[in-house]
């Protein structure tokens, strides 16, 4: 169980992430949200569970800004355009379409059967991670 202190901290980072987000949210909901986060988080105070999701941003995602950086951190030491192991490279926009299409870019960072886990050799990159890079697919790859 965590410390209340912490709890309430979290409780109004939340409140305060909401405001930013959304600005017609009235206070109202923010007083019912942050009572229910009072019952639930101070009760079973499970940090991850709660933030993972809320902090995730997973809609109107740039390849420059936010997927371009995932994949430089992860896929670029093999899938560079010098390193190209397996005969992938993943260095730029054009490079990825292929692997976008054919479903094996998602499919090997989510460990589909059928597919080479990627990173090979390695545990899944972040949750998050893979469903931004699912969510920038599903909104047609912007290359912005
Ligand atoms: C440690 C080196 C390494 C890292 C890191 C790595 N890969 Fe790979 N990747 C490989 C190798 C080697 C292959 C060829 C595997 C095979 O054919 O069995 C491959 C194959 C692939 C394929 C083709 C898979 C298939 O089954 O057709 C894709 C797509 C891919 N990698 C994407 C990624 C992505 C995305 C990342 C980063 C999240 C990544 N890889 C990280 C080494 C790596």
Redesign the pocket.
């Known amino acids: 169980m965590s410390k209340p202190k912490f709890c309430l901290l979290r409780i109004f980072k939340r409140i305060h992430y909401q405001m930013k987000m959304n600005k017609k949210n009235t206070f109202f909901t923010l007083y019912i949200l942050g009572l229910s986060l009072i019952i639930t988080s101070c009760y079973y105070g499970n940090e991850e569970d709660l933030f993972a999701n809320i902090e995730c941003r997973t809609e109107g995602l740039s390849y420059q800004q936010d997927i371009r950086p995932i994949?430089a951190n992860?896929?670029l030491?093999?899938?560079s355009a010098a390193a190209n192991?397996?005969n992938?490279n993943?260095q730029n926009y054009e490079d990825l379409i292929p692997?976008i299409n054919d479903g094996?870019?998602l499919g090997?960072?989510k460990h589909e059967p059928g597919?080479?886990p990627?990173?090979?050799?390695?545990t899944k990159?972040d949750e998050c991670s893979i469903s931004q890079i699912e969510g920038w697919i599903d909104e047609g790859f912007p290359n912005n």
């Open positions: 994949i992860n896929c030491v093999c899938h192991l397996g992938v993943l692997y094996s870019l090997s960072i597919l080479a990627m990173p090979e050799n390695s990159i």
